[in-house]
């Protein structure tokens, strides 16, 4: 008995101990064709963390999006620029340095449009 009472107290200090995944909600974004980056969000990953996702529901399916993120701090700079053609409803970006503030910009590529979506940081595997 003791033993199943200290592997549930384990247990439940192991998922207190995670922190819960960033989540940047965005509504009705306005998104220029490709020469214009409009900000979608700016998240920070958690020490843990290494990934950004993007997540935007509606979009047509003829629509051509491209995505920047930018690297925010002392050493700013670009860890994706212009990246595309991508699909918005279901875009990650691994690989990322956790404990740092990234900002997250996206443009068109025939005109404007309006997004709405999600930002959500977690950990994902990179090979």
């Known amino acids: 008995m003791k033993k199943k009472l ?3 107290i384990l247990a439940a200090a192991c998922c207190l101990s995670v ?3 960033a989540e940047v909600n965005f509504s ?3 998104v220029d064709p490709a020469d214009a980056m409009d900000h979608l969000g700016k998240v920070v990953l958690a020490e843990n963390e290494n990934t950004i996702s993007l997540s935007c529901g509606d979009t047509g399916a003829n629509d051509v999006y ?5 690297e925010l701090g ?4 670009y860890i994706v620029k212009y990246m595309g053609p991508v699909n918005i409803t ?4 691994s690989g990322l340095e956790g404990g740092k503030e990234y ?6 590529l025939t005109g404007r449009r309006y997004v709405s979506g999600t ?3 977690s950990y994902e595997e990179v090979e």
């Open 28 to 30: 009705e974004v306005k």
């Open 90 to 93: 279901g875009f990650k970006i």
């Open 74 to 77: 002392e050493d700013s700079k």
């Open 66 to 70: 491209f995505i920047s993120v930018y």
């Open 103 to 108: 900002n997250v910009r996206l443009s068109s």
């Open 119 to 121: 930002l959500t940081t």
């Open 19 to 21: 922190p819960a995944a």
């Open 6 to 8: 200290l592997i549930c």
